[in-house]
Every structure is written in C-alpha cells, then in structure tokens.
C-alpha cells in the first residue's frame, strides 16, 4: 500500500494494534533484562538496545525511504554523537575526509580530533560544489546541504557521482531538510544524518540524533560505535520523539510556506541584506536546492547593517524567542556571530520560522524591523 507522506509520518514504526493496549507503547525503562541462557535474544542490555528505540528508529527508517525494508537506523544522544558515530566509525589514521568549511561550527571541535588521531582533514565550501576540489584520494566525503547557518545548498547527486569514483563513502547532514524535505539515501548517500533536536521532532524539549543506511555493514560500524562510546537516547527522549513524528508533515508544510512568506516579505526591504532562502525563486541556492528538496526548509537568514541593529531588532521581536536551535513550532531567531564559531558578519540573523499564524509572524518581523531602522 502506498501511502502519503502525513499518513506515513502518523503510522510510521507504530506495532501491530494489540487489544487493550496503546498505539504507541510507553518508554521502557531497563538497564537490564531478564536473559535465561545465551544471550540470542533482541535485547540484552540497556545499552546496546531498547525497545523504545527499535519503534523510533523504524519509523525514522521509514520516512528516509519510504516502501524499503532494507533501511538500518541508529538514535543518538544529540546530533553530535550521531555526526561522531560516521566519522569515528569510518576513518582512522591516514585517511583522508573531505568536510563542509561552512558547516556546523561543532565542526570545528570534530576537525581537531580527527587531526589529532592522525587523519587528514580537508575543507571546502558547500556553494558550488567547492568539495569537488579536495576530494581526490578521500575515505570519506562530509555533506551538510543546506548548510547552516549560511543556507548554501550543493548538488548531492554529482558530490556522489564523483566520490564513488574516488571510491570514497558519503554522509549527507539532513538537519535542516528532515526527510521530507530531502532524502540523503534516495540521492545516493551511504548516510544519512540528522540531529534530531531540531526539526525532526520540532518542540524544543529533546535532544536526539540519528544515522540511516541501507548497507548494513555500515549500520553495523555505527551501531557497535555506539556501544563502545555509549552515546545512548534515554527511552523518554526516545518516546517523545516517536510521538512527535505525527505531526511532522503538519508542521513542516506550515513552516516552509511561512518561511517563504518571510522571505518575500524579507526581499521587499532596502534594510536587509544577504537574504538566504532556498526556497526563495531567484535565490542563488534555489536551482539546485529544486533539483533535489521537496520542501525547503524553516529557516531563513539575512544580515542588518551591524550588531547593534541586529540586537536591538531581536529585543523588539514579540512572538519570536531569542534562541538558538531550529525547526521548532516556536519561532527563534539569533544574532548567529554571537558564539564566534561562524564565518558571518556581525549583522547576521539565522530565523527558524515556528507554526505562528504566517500573517502574524510576518507581521512582527516588520514591525520590529521598522521600530530599529
């Protein structure tokens, strides 16, 4: 049965109804379990596996790539222990790896490691598929489309093409998407990754990441890292984020037609630069973002003149909290070079749209805007 993409987000890794019982079965909490015998069972210890993960990461398995069977997916404590997980698991002294230089500013903290472990680490911009440059000889290409905070987008199919020339593997970093804006697997990928923080489970109130793959050996080597580094949900974060996946196509759709709305809003002023959207028709990343997203995401970025408009335009702000993270169903906005990490101007703004009444949310950005001119 083919079923579309909001059914498939209420349904997705839900077990076979069982009378008397709920839908979607309570955490399990358990260091341990009951294990007569050899331990041949599905679950032998809290850290290895859960019951609470197993739905969780069937249903994320099943947005990745709808209708397959074959995908393995592994959740994580945060989206760092997932990105930790590929690499880790991946490479080791003397390979080389090919990352975003505009990518997660965590990024930087994860370069140092692997150069410290004696793995060589090369860089390149996403915009105009930069990474082509410095792939030749590479274990591993590292993906991050759209990139945050800058919404660079590169074409993921031809970074594919070329690494499987190059024999390399490929992760594609799907936070800002989710996989119903793209699908990092259908386009090629060997991995897909995303912290699920964000948009994924939208409220704010979680941390949680997590690999998908269809070869099972290389869900196997993310697996067994996370047993060794321990990097584990707890079965609350792991059933809260289950049941947030029921609303995911409700408020996504809301979003991006919000961010869109934004953005138009956005480009109609003489007193915002640098607008980023990729959904936004004649923005330099919308051609190729068309080509491979199906929804384009909740965030919109654009820089104000310096950083005294940009703070005083986000105190002005009224239904939008001063935060950072994004994709949640609160709108938040950031003055982004505050943590230093980014290579952005002063003015720079990183927004992630929330499910407000577009009229309204637009309206207060305008206001806000106008009050700091």
């Known amino acids: 049965m083919t079923w579309g993409e909001g059914t498939r987000a209420v349904r997705a890794g839900l077990p076979e109804a069982r009378a008397y019982e709920p839908t979607l079965p309570g955490p399990v909490f358990a260091a341990h379990y009951h294990l007569p015998g050899e331990p041949t069972g599905p679950y032998t210890y809290g850290r290895d596996e859960n019951p609470t993960w197993t739905h969780l990461e069937r249903a994320i398995g099943e947005l990745e790539v709808p209708g397959r069977t074959d995908v393995e997916t592994v959740v994580f404590a945060s989206g760092m222990a997932a990105i930790s997980s590929v690499l880790f698991s991946q490479l080791k002294t003397g390979d080389a790896v090919v990352l975003p230089a505009d990518g997660y500013q965590a990024l930087a903290l994860v370069r140092e490691q692997l150069a410290a472990y004696g793995i060589e680490v090369r860089t390149a911009p996403t915009g105009g598929d930069a990474q082509l440059s410095v792939l030749g000889g590479a274990r ?217 009444d577009a009229e309204d949310l637009v309206a207060d950005v305008l206001r806000a805007l106008d009050e700091v001119r």
Request: one cysteine or more; a positive charge; aromatic letters at 6%.
């Open 140 to 356: 591993l290409l590292w993906i991050e489309t759209p990139s945050n905070p800058g919404l660079d987008v590169c074409d993921v199919r031809r970074l594919v093409a070329a690494a499987r020339e190059e024999g390399a593997l490929v992760a594609v970093d799907n936070t800002l998407a989710t996989p119903l804006g793209q699908r990092p697997l259908e386009l090629g990928a060997d991995f897909s990754v995303a912290s699920g923080t964000k948009g994924l489970t939208g409220h704010g109130d979680i941390l949680l990441g997590h690999v998908a793959c269809r070869d099972a050996s290389l869900a196997g080597s993310v697996r067994r890292w996370r047993k060794i580094a321990g990097a584990i949900p707890g079965p609350m974060e792991a059933w809260l984020a289950h049941r947030s996946l029921a609303t995911l196509q409700l408020r996504v759709d809301r979003q991006c037609a919000t961010a869109l709305a934004l953005a138009e809003a956005l480009a109609a002023r003489d007193d915002v630069s640098g607008l980023r959207y990729p959904g936004l028709p004649g923005g330099p990343s919308h051609k190729v973002a068309a080509g491979q997203m199906r929804r384009f995401g909740s965030v919109v970025s654009f820089v104000l003149p310096d950083r005294a408009r940009a703070e005083r335009f986000l105190e002005a702000l009224r239904l939008v909290d001063d935060a950072t993270s994004f994709g949640g169903v609160r709108s938040t906005a950031e003055r982004r070079g505050r943590w230093g990490g980014d290579a952005v101007p002063e003015g720079f703004v990183r927004f992630s749209v929330g499910a407000e």
